[in-house]
């Protein structure tokens, strides 16, 4: 069964105190891996696709990477208007609905 | 470009009553997704729609959930009758699905609680 895990659950960090969100992944056969930020209320906004093992993708303090069996989501130095939930999705060949993990909530606090 | 237009925002109902939530996807998105987020969890598949079609409901309760897209736009979700169980966050997606691009931009959401 293809599974997505995500870790840890909960981050609490200081403005400025980089760190990273870990997304581990068992599947039959990898599409294409997913990374959305969602704010309270709100649904998932996309940030990044990664397609294969050894690819990044920046945007401003995220960058996201991909090895064959994990995912990372690397924020350097934070700040409060970061704080979200980050889910982590992948896409199985033959098939385009994404499975997602449970998200790990981050706090950034001032 | 306007996103994925999703009503209500929220929904109260009482268990065994019926609802029907409503999405606009993207304009000229092919491709239509209804996901079910209960809360602390992450979004999880209910139906697919390409164009007018469904490509995949083997997660969606058939017994008491149904959805169609007619004319291949808007689609509706209708659950009949609701469980306390269905209190969560249905959330639409659209997606271009070209060959070299899937990524699925997701609304707003409609919150509903089963009492």
């Known amino acids: 069964e293809d599974q997505v895990t995500q870790s840890p659950e909960a981050l609490r960090l200081q403005e400025g105190e980089s760190s990273s969100l870990n997304c581990s992944y068992t599947?039959?056969?990898?599409?294409?891996l997913f990374w959305y930020r969602q704010d309270p209320g709100k649904g998932p906004e996309f940030l990044f696709t990664?397609?294969?093992a050894g690819e990044e993708k920046e945007k401003e303090r995220l960058k996201a990477t991909l090895t064959k069996k994990e995912s990372f989501l690397h924020i350097t130095a934070p700040k409060p208007e970061d704080s979200a939930t980050y889910l982590c999705?992948?896409?199985?060949?033959?098939?385009?609905?994404?499975?997602f993990g449970s998200g790990t909530r981050l706090q950034v606090q001032p | 470009e306007a996103g994925v237009a999703q009503s209500p925002r929220y929904k109260i109902i009482e268990k065994r009553q019926s609802v029907a939530f409503w999405c606009n996807p993207i304009?000229?998105?092919?491709?239509l997704y209804w996901y079910q987020q209960i809360l602390g969890q992450g979004p999880k598949l209910l139906i697919q729609?390409?164009?007018?079609?469904?490509?995949?409901d083997s997660q969606l309760p058939k017994d008491r959930f149904s959805a169609e897209r007619l004319k291949g736009v808007d689609s509706t979700l209708k659950i009949q009758p609701a469980k306390l169980e269905d209190s969560a966050v249905y959330l639409c997606?659209?997606?271009?699905?070209?060959?070299?691009?899937?990524?699925?931009?997701f609304g707003p959401g409609t919150r509903l609680t089963v009492l």
């Open positions: 997606a659209s997606s271009l699905t070209s060959a070299s691009t899937d990524t699925q931009y």
């Open positions: 599947v039959s056969g990898l599409r294409g």
């Open positions: 990664l397609y294969s």
């Open positions: 999705a992948v896409q199985i060949t033959g098939r385009r609905a994404l499975t």
């Open positions: 304009s000229g998105h092919a491709t």
């Open positions: 729609f390409q164009n007018n079609g469904v490509v995949d």
